[in-house]
């Protein structure tokens, strides 16, 4: 893998949704991406074992020898992040996918993550800080990291799932849903039929790819001349992510390597 490639990790698969978002943003740019499949689900578990992870996920990445890292992962960027302070330049997913939120809200916004995001208060704090007028409701919905690294991201399953979920929301009038998981965006056909035309889903990564291009040129970290180009790693590999990883990212040919991170 190139030296000097974006580092990127997320629990799983959900996280290519950001690598997608940086290869059209920034298609100069080489990327390396951790998914820590072997410890998959982050959101269930506490700040203090999301944040090991973190850290450890964030020093593979940089003994790898990335020159900036992106938290493509919304648990650990809500519980982790203001905890750690990483020698290279690091973003997460929870501030871009607020501030796209706030622009886009008539004023009354949904919020679903996974249980640990939620309890975090991580996006009601940062939608908040952005406009206080906005009414904002959250929900976790612990069961759509698993069905989508099932691969069941249109089954008639996930969508009564997601009725269930989403009912308290569309019912209380949100005008705005946020995806506060990476994985959600692989359930926007079934989103969208849940929640109707009205309703306008946000998701994160495009926004972070932005924010990412605007750091890199500050800090004069662009991509050289050197031909880019992608790694895919896990801590545990199964079919079903292969295939995902290569449906999220078009290429079913991604080098992808089983690691170790402990």
């Given at each position: 893998?190139?030296v000097?490639?974006i580092?990127?990790?997320?629990?799983?698969?959900g996280?290519?949704t950001v690598v997608?978002a940086?290869r059209?943003?920034l298609p100069?740019?080489?990327i390396?991406?951790?998914?820590?499949?072997a410890r998959l689900?982050?959101?269930?578990?506490s700040?203090?074992?999301v944040?090991?992870?973190?850290?450890?996920?964030?020093?593979?990445?940089m003994?790898r020898g990335?020159?900036?890292v992106?938290?493509?992962?919304n648990?650990?960027?809500?519980?982790?992040?203001?905890?750690?302070r990483?020698?290279v330049?690091?973003?997460?997913?929870?501030?871009?996918?607020?501030?796209?939120?706030?622009?886009?809200s008539?004023?009354r916004?949904g919020?679903?993550?996974?249980?640990?995001?939620?309890?975090?208060d991580?996006?009601?704090?940062?939608?908040?800080?952005?406009?206080p007028?906005l009414?904002?409701?959250?929900k976790?919905?612990?069961l759509?990291?698993?069905?989508?690294e099932?691969g069941?991201?249109?089954?008639?399953?996930?969508?009564?799932?997601a009725?269930?979920y989403?009912r308290p929301l569309?019912?209380?009038g949100?005008?705005?849903?946020?995806?506060g998981?990476?994985h959600?965006p692989?359930?926007?056909?079934?989103?969208?039929?849940?929640a109707?035309p009205d309703?306008?889903?946000?998701?994160?990564?495009e926004?972070?790819a932005?924010?990412?291009?605007?750091?890199?040129?500050?800090?004069?970290l662009?991509a050289?001349?050197?031909p880019?180009?992608?790694h895919?790693c896990v801590?545990?590999?199964?079919?079903?992510?292969?295939?995902?990883?290569?449906?999220i990212l078009?290429?079913?040919?991604?080098?992808?390597e089983?690691?170790?991170v402990?």
């Amino acid at each position: 893998m190139t030296v000097d490639a974006i580092g990127v990790f997320d629990s799983g698969v959900g996280g290519l949704t950001v690598v997608s978002a940086l290869r059209r943003r920034l298609p100069r740019e080489s990327i390396l991406y951790l998914g820590d499949t072997a410890r998959l689900p982050y959101g269930s578990k506490s700040e203090d074992t999301v944040t090991r992870y973190t850290r450890r996920n964030i020093e593979f990445l940089m003994e790898r020898g990335v020159k900036a890292v992106v938290v493509a992962c919304n648990t650990a960027s809500a519980l982790a992040l203001p905890h750690l302070r990483p020698d290279v330049p690091t973003w997460g997913v929870i501030e871009p996918g607020a501030r796209k939120a706030a622009a886009v809200s008539r004023g009354r916004i949904g919020v679903i993550a996974t249980e640990a995001t939620t309890r975090s208060d991580a996006y009601p704090r940062a939608l908040r800080a952005l406009r206080p007028d906005l009414e904002i409701l959250t929900k976790a919905c612990p069961l759509f990291v698993p069905l989508v690294e099932e691969g069941w991201h249109d089954d008639p399953v996930t969508e009564e799932v997601a009725e269930r979920y989403l009912r308290p929301l569309l019912d209380a009038g949100i005008d705005t849903l946020v995806l506060g998981c990476t994985h959600y965006p692989l359930l926007v056909p079934v989103l969208e039929r849940v929640a109707g035309p009205d309703v306008a889903l946000v998701d994160s990564a495009e926004a972070v790819a932005e924010v990412v291009a605007a750091g890199l040129a500050e800090l004069g970290l662009e991509a050289g001349e050197h031909p880019p180009a992608s790694h895919l790693c896990v801590t545990d590999a199964g079919e079903s992510f292969h295939r995902l990883a290569g449906r999220i990212l078009q290429d079913p040919h991604v080098p992808l390597e089983w690691v170790e991170v402990t």
